[in-house]
């Protein structure tokens, strides 16, 4: 576990240095009012020890961080799962009549499996968590696979791929790899959130020049400010859609049709990540062009003369611990409730007029509870997947008062699903890269949003080499050593990680039965269940 | 039974079943059926008058000036000549002979104005026909065709894209884009070598397995499951699948559209339009020009001047050019002064005035609609909205533009919301 507070100052005047500058950070209105009584004397030079290493930089953050006001109240404040239960029964009122029913042990282990890990849970993990008697069996079962590997990698995953999905970076001065390297590294130690948020927006990325394609995209870190090719612009837009939920990509050009973004706004938040004087286009005629000072979106400046390296750590400060900018930890709140439960409280990346929120005094007071419990993601995992809302049946939604009364069956991702086929047929990277490639899906897109492809179900009907190898497997040679009972079970169980019902059970023993090759009905049997909704479905 | 269900079914006035009118009265096993066989054939008879249209999309925005609006001699016009055309007093941009030798087929519309001038958005508008607002997600106006002209049960995908595109938002995977990457090949996996027996005891068993899911709250999930299953399987058995290849396509034609991605693409999209596929995209990239637009041009416009000009000479000479409307166009137009980007100038984004080119399906060749002044800066006659050239692409198609789409939560919206059909567009 990452340790706070536990930063050594080599000096004592490098603290009051610190002090200075915390000042001038979060008192910037003040200061600049101070200044203008001054008349026109220059701004003295703020002497501030270098910010170039990352360690400088999270010291100053961490001393930042130490002085929030919400640091100290967390210690006093619990907020558990029941208290999310309430909270939201009390929000969605009469609609409690409609709460789906609870799931079983064995959905329940399917369903947690794939979340914190990615994978399917094998059939004995299944038997040993169905037989076993500990009343605290499912909060356990979540404790201990948030300390396994998977889980950081799997979350990992996720969030390279919100950076990347839509980047249009030149593939040779990115390396979404040693991202993802890093992101695991992080959420396996249970590295908070706004350490990382900071250590990814205060990124700067040198390039070497005698290394051919080197832009520093070694350095995990470095790759979200090269997913954004370092342009101010996209810094701007992407900062506020990732790390706030807030989509203001559109007052690039305009004011924004619905919301309170105004134009001015988005380019003085792109001038917060321009290393010199930013100018903004004129609207009508691009080559008509005015200089606009930095400001971060709830109007905080920065002091003037600051170097561009440190503006980044303290756009990174405004972000995380200005306790008025409660977006940014709503917006993490919100992406991993809609992963978890199939829907968010708003579109994950482009919430507009705060107004469209739904059930907004629970994602509220989750978000800011996720700040006192110092941002740390396991806490938040905790919390929704001990709560009756995560462990509801999934039902089929269409209305949004509906909504977080059941679960929504969700579609796998597309490494989800080829772990799932590895798991049938063993590694084989072709096979990998084809799924990942027909299965892609934007990672930012609500689950109501996405859809099928022919492509997908000719993929699963036809593949060549999926078939052949289906037909080859270890699980093939084992389930034509069993008996027909046997067969189906272990069958179900490894498929779908499920046992299979009565009716299953009889409609799979007569298909058996009625066939000539009992090796080509087992094929066929595994057929279907590869091709069912449910083996890419998270229920 | 069959001849029962078949009478059941409500035609709408092309002689298509409506598609929700379809999913109500067939039932929809995964399995094609006889019924569904015999009705395959009455539909495409029934659809002989149905129209078709090729979209070709320059994405990235293309040069006004560039294309079919140039200004030489002017502070604004840059290294780009012009040169005449088929039809006497059109001239165009000199990158563009061939289109020049057709001219008397095509007709520009050079005063297009739109509203938004990022990518994501402009793309979002010219293909809907809606500004991005909101969540509801509009459909690719290729999914309106396929819904709308597209025969319901046909055994391939009624909209075909050749390149990523838009998708079909709210009218869902029964008329979502089949894209396909690499024109001249058959769509991935389409093949297995299942006997027909075995392969329809499978998909039996799997329909029962996918009841049980459906009963287990996974519903909507399954029923677009197995839309897309069925629609799959009666692919793969598809005597049109041949049309995504080029089988019996002389050496000389495929040498005609030109090697390059789009010119074999364009080929491509006339072969699915003969079979009758109602909409096909074709995608041409690289048209972002902020730097060095004369040269790019130079580079990019040869392939996409030699196939389209091929695409409008193949498909009038095969009498397929009057129902099949064949659009170029791309999000937004370029700023007519030239910017001051180092180290090669270029042309930035610019929505006030932009251009495009359409054939085909009734329309009047060999004019140019709508003026700009002498520095492209303004347009100075007929100014032309996204909602006009909508209503007039939907006139070109016979689908009527004031029809209401219904959103999932069933709120109507008009397909285009307002204008009028381009002056004097129409013969």
Known sequence: MLKRGQFHYHCSHLLILFITLICLILVPISLEAAQKKKGKNKTPALNLPPLKTQEQKMQLLGYIRQTMPTHRIGRRISFSSDDLDKALELELGQNTQRFAKQIDDETFVRRVYLDLTGNLPTPETIKTFISSRSSNKRSNLIDELLETEAYARKWARYWTSVIFYDSEANKNRISPKALEDWLAEQFNKGAPWDYITVMLISATPKRNKKVRNDYGQKYGPNNFVLACENKSTELASQTARIFMGISIKCAECHDHPFDNWKREQFHELAAFFHPYTYKMPDKDDPTVKTVVKPRFLLGEKPYEKMKSDARRVSIAAYLAYNPKNYWFARAYVNRIWSELIGDGFYDVDSLGPDSDVIHKPVVNRIAANFRYKDFDPKWLFRLIMNSKVYQREMQTISSQSELFTSVRPSRLRPDVVAASVKKLVGEDKKLHKEIMQVFDMNPSLPQGALEGSIQQALMMMNHTTLQSKLSQSELKKQLMKLSDQELVDALYLNVLARHATTEEVERNLSYLKESQSRAEAVDDLIWVLVNSTEFRTKR | ?427
């Not at chain 2, 008879?45 to 320059?58: A, F, Q």
């Not at chain 2, 999932?408 to 919206?413: K, N």
């Open chain 2, 1 to 427: 039974m069959h001849t029962d269900a078949l009478l059941h079914l409500n035609l709408n006035r092309r002689g298509n079943v409506s598609r929700r009118n379809f999913l109500q009265s067939a039932a929809l096993g995964i399995a094609g059926s006889s019924i569904l066989t015999q009705f395959q054939l009455n539909a495409a008879e029934l659809k002989k008058e149905g129209r078709s249209c090729i979209l070709v999309w320059l994405a990235g925005a293309p040069s006004q000036m560039e294309t079919w609006d140039p200004k030489p001699g002017t502070p604004n016009g840059g290294e780009t000549k012009k040169i005449s055309t088929q039809t006497p007093g059109i001239e165009i941009a000199h990158y563009w002979p061939k289109i020049a030798s057709v001219m008397n087929d095509i007709a520009l519309v050079r005063s297009m104005t739109g509203k938004e001038a990022a990518h994501e958005r402009g793309t979002y508008h010219l293909h809907t026909g809606h500004r991005m607002m909101g969540i509801e997600r509009f459909p690719h106006f290729g999914s309106v065709v396929a819904q709308e002209i597209g025969d319901p049960q046909s055994d391939i995908p009624n909209f075909v894209s050749i390149g990523q595109t838009l998708s079909s938002g709210f009218l869902g995977v029964q008329v979502a884009p089949f894209i396909i990457n690499r024109p001249g090949q058959l769509p991935a996996n389409v093949f297995n070598n299942t006997a027909d027996s075995r392969q329809k005891r499978r998909l039996a068993l799997l329909s029962q397995q996918e009841k049980d899911f459906a009963d287990a709250g996974a519903a909507s999930l399954v029923k677009e499951q197995s839309k897309l299953y069925q629609k799959a399987h009666s692919m793969m058995k598809s005597p049109r699948l041949k049309a995504f290849k080029f089988e019996g396509e002389p050496q000389a034609m495929q040498e005609a559209y030109g090697k390059s991605q789009l010119g074999q693409g364009l080929l491509v999209a006339r072969r699915l339009v003969e079979v009758g596929v109602p909409f096909v995209e074709v995608r041409s990239g690289g048209w972002d020009m902020h730097n060095s637009v004369f040269k790019n041009m130079e580079r990019r416009a040869p392939d996409v001047d030699q196939g389209l000009s091929q695409l409008l000479i193949d498909l009038k000479q095969r009498g397929l050019l009057e129902k099949t409307l064949v659009i170029c166009m791309g999000e937004f137009g370029r700023t007519p002064k030239i910017n001051a980007r180092p180290p090669v100038p270029g042309r930035d984004h610019w929505v006030r005035n932009f251009n495009l080119l359409m054939a085909g399906a009734g329309i009047k060749g060999g004019q140019a609609i709508g003026k700009t002044d002498a520095n492209g800066q303004e347009i100075v006659d007929t100014p032309v909205q996204v909602d006009d050239l909508f209503r007039s692409m939907c006139k070109a198609m016979q689908i009527n533009a004031d029809m209401e789409l219904h959103t999932p939560i069933g709120r109507p919206v008009k397909l285009v919301e307002s204008g009028e059909v381009i002056k004097g567009l129409f013969s």
